[in-house]
């Protein structure tokens, strides 16, 4: 049971209405109902405000389950602890399951994630700690860069100052400058008070985040822009990437606003992924993650768009300044979209775009195999190449189904072992999701191409052709004739593929010597 939801239940037991509890904690009830919902982050100074007005402690609030005979009491006493019941007990474990490759695939490796200052200003910082605890806890080196938009816009507007920008670049004048370093200061407070968290029966329970801050940023003046003074408004120049190192082999967390400092001890106004983008570059970061307004990128058509190439996420920005067509970019996308270009395109092997607004979005993303936002990266995801003997398990694992259904002769591990030479599979993301064989016999100059497998959950996207192709290509880069194939089932796939069937007798001798009278499989023959 979610925070919102343990709340929700605590104030209906005891009969106090959203309005009466907003009046309690001196907050607004339409925050109220959606910290309930769980579409909003809720502080821990509100939290105490909250178990102050239910008559309960914190500690109860973060308690994952109430007692189903919980009777309405002025006092809550100590709840049950979660239990996994039979529902949800296989779902778990096969998430759990699923989620250990990549568990071993980041430890000690370094992430950067970006956010504006609205997930601290919306109280949605609160949530992101306990995933950044989850993270540091499996050994994951963390840099957050955390920005400060609204924040500054809330002091200049104390002060009765207007903002102005260029270009989506914020003019730093003497007076904004104030603003920016106050905002600035009470961001980072904020945040480290929260990570420093460790509330009994909570996420953090047991959290030991030290946080580490300091002038790693060197920065100078971007100066006049199109006849615009910009002033002291700047870009980064180095990041001190050995400095930040240390304090990461020191397992601390490394917190950086978007300022930096020059040799001249002036202070700038930078943007928040400007540094994001130039600390993940510097410290040659496994991944740069960006939580933004919305789910991910959009293409043209307003479909999310699970995985793009730096490449093609080029084509897709130049396709939006180029349409006339309504786009549906986020004001978030427009300003990180192109920084994840940059990022993989100077080294960050992977850099993910998803919502601030889904609770758990960074687990989602990061520990499942179809995720929840957008992913960038500098190369394709899927490959195809040769098999070797590490590929056996996968390979069964592929063949298995469809050997169970009739589709495939069974082949044990012993055989794929002896013939793995003769397999091709692809990879998404370093993980098998389809095989194919080519079992080659030089003297009619013929290759039989068999037992192709997709992986289901990556059926229906034409990878079943991208396979076969790829094998046709190697058949004919090997010298081979014709490929053949036998097949009792799927005899339609290969006629739309330029295959003819023919008779037996059209086999190489060596194979109508093997061919299995019982199965009686259909013999499809296509030139080279």
Not at 90 to 97: I, L, Q, S
Not at 124 to 142: K, M, T, Y
Not at 418 to 447: Q, S, T, W
Not at 465 to 471: I, M, Q, R, T, V
């Amino acid at each position: 049971m979610s925070i919102g939801n343990q709340i929700r239940s605590l104030r209906k037991l005891q009969n106090v209405t959203l309005q009466q509890l907003a009046q309690l904690t001196e907050s607004d009830a339409g925050n109220l109902s959606r910290i309930e919902r769980g579409e909003l982050g809720v502080s821990e100074a509100l939290i105490r405000k909250i178990a102050t007005a239910l008559n309960t402690t914190p500690a109860i609030l973060f308690a994952e389950q109430l007692a189903a005979n919980e009777k309405t009491t002025p006092q809550l006493s100590q709840q049950a602890p979660y239990t996994l019941n039979s529902s949800n007990t296989k779902d778990f474990v096969h998430w759990f399951r699923s989620a250990a490759p990549y568990i071993h695939a980041f430890g000690g490796r370094t992430f950067v994630i970006a956010f504006g200052g609205e997930v601290v200003s919306e109280q949605q910082f609160i949530a992101l700690s306990h995933d950044l605890n989850l993270l540091a806890s499996l050994e994951v080196r963390l840099v957050l860069v955390h920005g400060a938009r609204p924040q500054i816009e809330q002091r200049l507007k104390r002060d009765k100052l207007t903002p102005a920008f260029h270009n989506g670049l914020r003019v730093t004048d003497d007076a904004a400058m104030e603003a920016v370093k106050e905002a600035n200061g009470a961001v980072r407070v904020e945040i480290e008070a929260l990570l420093s968290m460790g509330i009994a029966n909570s996420p953090m329970a047991g959290a030991d985040i030290r946080v580490a801050s300091g002038n790693f940023v060197t920065a100078k003046p971007l100066g006049v822009l199109d006849g615009v003074d910009l002033q002291h408004t700047g870009e980064v120049r180095k990041v001190d990437a050995i400095g930040i190192q240390k304090r990461l082999d020191d397992n601390e967390l490394v917190l950086l606003s978007p300022m930096g400092y020059s040799p001249t001890g002036e202070a700038f106004n930078l943007s928040l992924e400007d540094v994001a983008v130039s600390t993940a570059i510097a410290l040659d970061a496994e991944k740069l993650i960006f939580l933004m307004d919305s789910e991910g990128v959009h293409n043209l058509r307003g479909e999310l768009l699970r995985e793009m190439t730096a490449e093609k996420a080029k084509n897709l920005l130049k396709n939006v300044q180029e349409s006339d067509e309504p786009i549906h970019f986020s004001e978030d996308v427009n300003f990180y979209l192109p920084a994840a270009v940059s990022a993989c395109e100077h080294g960050v092997a992977r850099t993910h775009l998803i919502s601030r607004h889904i609770d758990g979005a960074i687990i989602q993303e990061l520990f499942t195999h179809s995720g929840i936002g957008t992913m960038i990266t500098e190369l394709p995801l899927e490959t195809m190449r040769q098999a070797n003997i590490d590929d056996v398990g996968g390979i069964l694992k592929l063949i298995e189904p469809l050997e169970n259904d009739g589709i495939l002769v069974r082949r044990g591990r012993e055989r794929i072992e002896m013939e793995i030479n003769h397999f091709y599979v692809m990879e998404h993301d370093n993980r098998a999701i389809g095989c194919a064989a080519l079992y080659p016999f030089p003297d009619e100059k013929m290759a039989e191409f068999a037992c192709l497998a997709i992986d289901p959950q990556y059926r229906g996207g034409g990878r079943g052709d991208k396979l076969f192709n790829y094998c046709q290509a190697q058949a004919k880069k090997l010298g081979f004739n014709q490929i053949f194939c036998l097949t009792t089932r799927t005899e339609h796939w290969f006629l739309e593929r330029g295959f003819i069937e023919e008779s037996i007798d059209e086999l190489p001798q060596e194979k109508q010597a093997l061919y299995n009278f019982q199965r009686k499989s259909k013999v499809f023959v296509k030139p080279l």
